[in-house]
């Protein structure tokens, strides 16, 4: 059992590997890297979290004003104007789906044994 275990996570390893080097991937990082030298893009996204909390506080005690909703939508849209956020988000999506299909894959193939 432990031999097919560490077997198992070699592959994990080596798959992990193929992931990181490949160019989708790469872009992603070089992409992120970029937004966290971003000044004015990491404020934004500091003021969108700090207002997300704030939100998720006041909105649990029922005490959240429209305003306060209307500030959190102002930022989300000021984020949204930053064409390498947009390129991010992009990037994201694309790996969020190939990590989906090969846990699909994986499903489908452990369910049909």
Do not use: C, W
């Not at 077997?7 to 992409?31: A, C, G, P």
Request: proline residues 1%.
């Amino acid at each position: 059992m432990e031999n097919s275990y560490k077997e198992v996570l070699k592959e994990v390893d080596h798959l992990v590997e193929v992931i990181e080097q490949s160019e989708e991937y790469q872009t992603y990082r070089s992409l992120e890297e970029k937004m966290f030298q971003n000044k004015e893009l990491m404020t934004v996204i500091r003021e969108i979290k700090k207002k997300e909390q704030e939100l998720a506080k006041k909105e649990q005690f029922g005490t959240s004003s429209e305003k306060e909703k209307k500030e959190f939508q102002e930022l989300t849209a000021k984020l949204e104007e930053f064409p390498i956020y947009q390129e991010y988000q992009i990037r994201q999506e694309e790996l969020n789906d190939q990590f989906q299909t090969i846990l699909a894959t994986l499903n489908h193939y452990f369910d049909n044994k």
